[in-house]
């Protein structure tokens, strides 16, 4: 039983063949794949999109969705092996993914970092509990990647821009008050180095480098394709000669569980938003971000408003691409 957790233990020709089929569900055709059958979608955060287009892609292939919130309307779960419950947890992952499983075709799960110790979110505890429980395939609809989020940003790039190989992608990080998930910018290092891009990673300092397992992803990915990936801290040598400006925030890894002494760092980079100024440097560059975006903290009116922007045909595509994967992996627990 194959399920979606990252992109990394998918081919890019595994990933071509979904983008793929996402473009024919997008262009009208029709699939009822999930007749007759349900989906449990645990989300352990909030969610507009995912949540939306999960839900509504479910009902266009045929299925039912069953949306779940543990510590909500479902009760509180406990992820720990060998844990003695006498706390919040009213039921163990064990029981859940094994109960679920007899009910439901397929488990989409939305569990973000706990954002206190690193060394253990980084491990990805929920999901893999949950997949290592079920008995049938697991998505990941967001937890310390996004690769659902990948796939519709490949899908928005390959729609306005054509084939990607060599094309420059630039992932720009940018000023939030809040320290945020490092996921999307993880999974947007992977998925354009898997897809030929030369990746530039623009960060204010070393202290916002991502995760090493990701940074090396990329780098092996672009080395195989005979591309490029570097790491820099200047705004202007990023922006030119890029092709594709995505823009994300995220909280400085060093500081992991200690977030009032990373603020005053955070706080001295306001000047990272995407403006029209920098968009400016590139050679008609197109720009996006995976939603929701504060404006004029993180990006300009002037950029999102842009033709340049292609943020809401990479929301959009979620919908197109999160139903191309439940088809396979329907198809492929069926075979």
């Known amino acids: 039983m194959r399920h979606f957790l990252t992109t990394m233990d998918w081919s890019r020709g595994e990933l071509q063949a979904l983008l793929d089929d996402a473009k024919r569900l997008k262009a009208g055709a029709v699939a009822d794949d999930l007749q007759g059958r349900a989906v449990a979608l645990l989300f ?16 266009q292939l045929g299925g039912h969705a069953v949306i779940l919130e543990p510590g909500k309307g479902a009760w509180p779960i406990g992820f720990e092996p060998a844990m003695v419950m006498d706390g919040e947890e009213e039921e163990h992952i ?28 980084r491990k990805d505890h929920v999901i893999r509990s949950v997949a290592e429980y079920a008995s049938v395939p697991v998505i990941n609809m967001e937890t310390i990647t996004h690769p659902c989020q990948e796939l519709a940003l490949m899908l928005a790039m390959q729609e306005h821009m054509g084939p990607v190989d060599g094309k420059r992608f630039v992932l720009t990080w940018t000023y939030h008050p809040k320290p945020l998930n490092t996921a999307v910018a993880n999974s947007a290092l992977l998925i354009a180095s898997k897809f030929g891009m030369d990746v530039t990673l623009l960060c204010p300092n ?76 590139t050679p008609s560059a197109r720009f996006s971000h995976c939603l929701p975006v504060r404006r004029n903290v993180k990006v300009s009116d002037g950029v999102l408003d842009s033709e340049a922007c292609i943020a809401i045909d ?22």
């Open 94 to 121: 064990a029981e859940v993914a094994r109960v679920l499983s007899r009910y439901a075709d397929l488990i989409g799960v939305r569990a973000f970092p706990q954002f206190v110790d690193w060394q253990k979110d």
């Open 206 to 281: 070393e202290q916002y480098l991502l995760d090493e397992r990701y940074m090396a992803a990329a780098r092996e990915a672009t080395t195989e394709a005979g591309r490029s990936f570097e790491v820099v801290h200047d705004i202007e040598s990023a922006y030119r000669g890029a092709d594709m400006v995505y823009a994300k925030s995220w909280g400085a890894i060093p500081y992991f569980g200690r977030w009032d002494e990373e603020k005053p760092m955070r706080d001295a980079h306001k000047h990272f938003m995407v403006d029209e100024t920098k968009m400016k440097l």
């Open 314 to 335: 990479e929301a959009e595509n979620r919908l197109h691409v999160q139903k191309a994967i439940m088809r396979r992996l329907i198809a492929q627990a069926g075979s």
């Open 44 to 59: 352990f955060n909030s969610s507009l999109r995912t949540r939306t287009s999960f839900d509504i892609g479910v009902r």
